[in-house]
């Protein structure tokens, strides 16, 4: 069972049948058992009168002793919003208590108790019951991992003791939230405490599904409702080909409404030990800080040759948020990761597993008038290979930046000035050149800007910008290492943004309004000034600024739906764009048989294309189809006119065809850099194609059958990287849930798994099976 978002709390104290002799010792120290009524003393409940006023109406009322009324026939006792009825009732002037005998009810709030005789104070609410059936309505808020159902909780127990208008104790009992003619589950124990909008704690109780006794439970605690209640959590229990049986547990703690821990740990049979943790905490108003921990200490993979190659590591993550006196706002995101082989081989999910980054940010900013402030330290670490493992590392620590939003010079001329500038120091080290610099390298720039907009009519606009960027740099490159040898680099940049008429026609259609639109474009971008490109250490991409004089000019048509309520709807886009480039060596940047990422070549398309001389740009096809809330499309296609063929394609796909059913699919193909080699490098792969997609039904949470089927697999390595299979089935108080995943990351992860989760409606789940991983 996965944890709660705060302040809720869907925490299942228990432990398996098999460590029940152990653990038994362990919850009873730490749970607090409940007594009888009788045996509760009176400073543990509320001393306040539920209501000051008794009246009750029956079919015939008697006095006895002005002491005693009895009351026979239809008798209804009314305090309050309490009410209590009944075949025959005694009523003690003294003391207030009401004795009931036949066909007893209880009615307070979402309360309905029936009984076969009573003994109750309807001034306190507090009251004795016997042969008990009743049934207390639960409203939960929905969440992913959760069940919701309307169904009430029901209990059928020899005695209950209500201590006042919200607590019962209830001895030998069961209860579920199925119907209780036919209950597909039921939690049976010797006590059971029922508070309100807070919980149910249950002492020496065992959980049967269809009669059949699963889990066996010396004390638990379910939550009703609100609150958050600590102890341990629901047993792990699954199978993996590489880790083994995999047995785990972790203990919820909830010592304040604004903080909550979880540590845990899992057994691997074949592999080792797993420990994680969590923190979070909203320590103050605005605040928000959550804390992770993963590790594995692993004995080894096994190898061929009988050897064992450990894989073990850890990941630790932390986000805070937070604002601050005088306007300033702090944020950190921080991620520490000891290998990229231990991220593929023990992450639980496809997304994770494949990711090769590690990005850390720390920050604190003030916005104020137009300006903005930042200061923060940030790192980068990005791995390029696994085995052997090589990586290249970023660092600006510390680093300050003050920028501006463009403001007006003169208020009759549209002249607009703004600027950038930072501050800090850097350092990059690569372990796959190797290269490496000192610690503390400084870079600063300031680059103030001043832009024109101008309107002709509805015919043309024309904004033109220009820059000048001043950096100095502390070090360079010279000869493949770092010297320590400081410059400046002033660069001269001129934007130029056209924007020629737009051409567009309106129709009418059965009271639906349509437009297409026709819009050209025309963007000219020149940069003097950068100089001997290959100077310059990649910090980041401040550094891919190259000089350039270019073009790029294109047409964007759009389709737009007016419905007669108002509400307008983009039905389709299409944009083919193209680059032409008046100077194709970037000012002696540009090297032959290589991948040339600039500024200037990615800024039409993510996909690097340029490793012989261009004047042209891949002409850029993108197409986006969305019709309504069913559908939403992206095609896109990249030609290189000088190779006369597509060199990438990308789909991405989210389409509901069918009522419940959804089908989402990405796919890239691209052709890979350099091509023209007549050697190519070691590894290299001419072409990339890898499609992912899900294909399902229903939900996780859905009433009925549901099953997702999805893939990951890789053209032109001929192999799956990731499959799942889930099946899931819920009724209106329960659900079942099984799920297949295949891992396949060539030698470091090959790896099977098996996984399940019990629903139990409004009160949480068993089991380890996550919801269905989506791509977008």
Request: hydrophobic share 35%; aromatic share 14%; net charge negative.
């Given at each position: ?263 845990g740990a899992s057994y691997f049979s074949k592999r080792g030990w797993a420990q ?7 320590p103050w108003a605005g605040a928000d800080l959550t804390a992770n921990y993963f ?482």
């Amino acid at each position: 069972m996965q944890n709660p978002p705060l302040p809720r709390n869907r925490c299942i104290p228990g432990l398996l049948s098999l460590l029940a002799t152990i653990s038994a010792t362990i919850l009873f120290a730490l749970g607090t058992p409940s007594a009888s009524f009788g045996q509760h003393p009176s400073q543990l409940l509320s001393s306040a009168p539920a209501c000051t006023e008794v009246t009750i109406q029956a079919d015939e009322q008697r006095d006895i002793g002005g002491k005693i009324l009895e009351a026979d026939g239809n008798v209804d006792v009314q305090c309050g919003q309490a009410r209590l009825r009944a075949d025959q009732v005694e009523y003690d002037n003294a003391t207030g208590t009401v004795i009931a005998r036949g066909n007893v009810q209880l009615d307070y709030r979402t309360q309905h108790v029936e009984a076969a005789q009573a003994r109750y104070d309807p001034r306190t609410g507090r009251g004795q019951f016997e042969h008990v059936h009743a049934t207390f309505a639960i409203q939960r808020r929905p969440t992913p991992t959760l069940l919701i159902s309307p169904n009430p909780l029901y209990f059928d127990a020899e005695e209950a003791d209500r201590l006042d208008q919200n607590t019962y104790v209830i001895h030998d009992a069961w209860l579920t939230v199925c119907n209780p003619a036919k209950p597909i589950w039921k939690f049976y124990a010797t006590n059971v405490t029922v508070k309100m909008q807070q919980s149910v704690q249950i002492e020496g109780g065992d959980f049967r599904l269809l009669s059949v006794p699963v889990l066996y439970f010396p004390y638990a605690t379910l939550p009703v409702e609100k609150g958050r209640t600590s102890g341990f959590m629901v047993p792990e229990i699954s199978n993996s080909t590489i880790k083994g049986l995999v047995l785990g547990d972790a203990f919820y703690w909830a010592p304040f409404k604004w903080l909550d821990t979880t540590i845990g740990a899992s057994y691997f049979s074949k592999r080792g030990w797993a420990q994680n943790g969590r923190v979070r905490m909203k320590p103050w108003a605005g605040a928000d800080l959550t804390a992770n921990y993963f590790g594995v200490l692993d004995r080894g993979l096994p190898q061929a040759n009988g050897t064992k190659i450990n894989q073990g590591g850890r990941e630790e993550h932390l986000l805070f948020t937070s604002p601050l006196p005088d306007g300033w706002r702090a944020a950190a995101d921080l991620d520490q990761l000891s290998s990229l082989t231990f991220r593929l081989a023990f992450s639980e999910t496809f997304t994770e597993a494949v990711n090769s980054e590690v990005p850390n940010t720390a920050f604190v900013t003030k916005s104020f008038n137009g300006f903005n402030v930042d200061l923060a330290t940030l790192s980068y670490q990005n791995y390029l290979t696994a085995t052997p493992q090589t990586s290249v590392t970023l660092r600006s620590a510390p680093i300050a930046t003050f920028s501006s939003v463009d403001r007006p010079i003169w208020s009759s001329i549209p002249l607009y000035f703004s600027f950038d500038a930072f501050a800090g120091e850097e350092y990059r080290r690569d372990t796959a050149t190797p290269f490496s610099t000192p610690n503390f390298v400084g870079r600063s720039e300031f680059a103030p800007s001043v832009t024109m907009p101008l309107r002709w009519g509805p015919w043309l606009s024309l904004t033109p910008s220009f820059t000048f960027r001043s950096t100095y740099y502390g070090g360079r490159l010279l000869n493949g290492g770092y010297a320590d040898a400081g410059f400046f680099r002033n660069t001269t940049e001129v934007y130029v943004d056209v924007r020629p008429p737009t051409l567009e026609r309106l129709w009418l259609i059965r009271g639906t309004k349509w437009k297409h639109t026709i819009e050209p474009e025309i963007l000219y971008h020149y940069v003097n000034g950068v100089n001997d490109f290959a100077r310059f250490i990649r910090f980041d991409d401040d550094e891919t600024l190259t000089d350039t004089d270019d073009v790029q000019y294109g047409i964007e048509q759009g389709l737009y739906r007016q419905a007669e309520s108002g509400d307008e709807q983009e039905i389709l886009s299409w944009r083919i764009s193209q680059q032409y480039y008046f100077d194709p060596t970037f000012g002696g940047a540009f090297t032959v048989h290589q991948r040339n990422v600039f500024q200037a070549l990615d800024s039409l398309t993510p996909f690097a294309f340029d490793d012989t001389l261009h004047r042209f740009s891949p002409i850029v096809s993108d197409l986006r189809f969305a019709t309504n809330n069913r559908y939403d499309t992206e095609f896109r296609v990249d030609f290189d006119p000088k190779r006369g063929r597509a060199t990438a394609f990308g789909t991405l796909l989210k389409i509901k065809p069918y009522r419940e059913s959804f089908l989402t699919l990405a796919h890239f193909s691209t052709i890979d850099l350099p091509g023209d080699l007549p050697t190519p490098p070691p590894n290299f792969q001419p072409r990339s194609n890898q499609v992912r997609t899900l294909l399902g039904y229903g939900d996780t949470n859905r009433k009925g059958w549901n099953a997702t089927i999805g893939a990951s697999y890789d053209f032109t390595q001929a192999s799956f990287q990731d499959q799942i299979l889930q099946v899931s089935y819920n009724t209106s108080c329960c659900g079942l849930g099984v799920e297949y995943r295949r891992f396949s990351f060539g030698s470091i992860r090959d790896e099977s798994q098996y996984r399940f989760v019990f629903l139990i409606a409004n009160l949480g789940s068993f089991g380890n099976l996550r919801r269905p991983e989506k791509i977008f």
